[in-house]
């Protein structure tokens, strides 16, 4: 009976860290519940929960936390924010978005797949392994965090004019339909 006991509490305390985050200052933490805390991207609004492959978690060293839908919003935060230094950058692993170190994540620049409000995608892996294995079905290049973000800021004006453009057609269609 004792062992059952002991057994069922074992499942229990390791199907907690399956489905909890890592332990933090103020104990478990569920593994989204930056999503619940920031559900949309302070600069363009997008849903952090839908975009949860490339969404960024951006904690700052005087303790303020802010959640984005990618590497380009949190590029825009961090450059609007020069005086504060960031104390984590947290990212979606593309493929379980769970949260990940951005600093030791494998990143993709470019390939065929579009990226979150950038022409050129930043695409984060836990692994090397997964990070090739997306290279090979989609292309783009491995790189590491500096390179990533480095290629966000040199990204910026480009990506700024793509999303003018599409918000400009989607406007003009709004007006086109509100007045039939």
Same mark, same amino acid.
């Given at each position: ?10 499942v229990? $305390?390791?199907?907690g860290?399956?489905? $909890? ?5 103020? #104990?478990?933490? !569920? ?5 619940g805390k920031h ?5 363009? #609004?997008?849903?952090?929960?839908? &975009? ?15 959640g $984005? ?7 825009? %935060?961090?450059?609007n924010? @020069?005086?504060?230094a960031?104390?984590s ?12 170190d951005?600093e030791? *994540?494998? !990143?993709?620049?470019?390939g ?5 409000m950038?022409?050129?995608?930043? !695409? ?7 990070a090739?294995? $997306?290279?090979v079905?989609?292309? #783009?290049?491995?790189? %590491? &965090?500096?390179? *990533?973000?480095k290629? *966000?800021y ?8 793509? @999303?003018?453009?599409k ?8 007006q086109k339909k509100?007045?039939?």
């Amino acid at each position: 009976m004792r062992r059952t006991v002991l057994m069922a509490m074992t499942v229990v $305390f390791l199907s907690g860290l399956f489905f $909890f985050g890592p332990l933090g200052e103020s #104990g478990m933490v !569920w593994a989204q519940d930056d999503i619940g805390k920031h559900p949309e991207c302070p600069y363009c #609004g997008m849903d952090r929960n839908k &975009f949860a492959h490339s969404r960024v978690l951006l904690t700052y060293d005087d303790g303020v936390e802010m959640g $984005f839908c990618s590497l380009r919003c949190a590029a825009v %935060d961090l450059a609007n924010n @020069i005086d504060a230094a960031p104390a984590s950058i947290q990212v979606g692993d593309y493929n379980t978005k769970a949260l990940i170190d951005a600093e030791r *994540a494998f !990143w993709v620049i470019g390939g065929n797949k579009m990226g979150v409000m950038s022409k050129r995608a930043k !695409w984060a892996f836990a692994t090397k392994t997964d990070a090739e294995a $997306f290279i090979v079905a989609n292309g #783009g290049e491995l790189a %590491d &965090f500096e390179t *990533a973000i480095k290629a *966000a800021y040199t990204d910026l004006y480009e990506d700024n004019r793509m @999303i003018r453009e599409k918000r400009k057609m989607m406007r003009m269609k709004m007006q086109k339909k509100n007045k039939s």
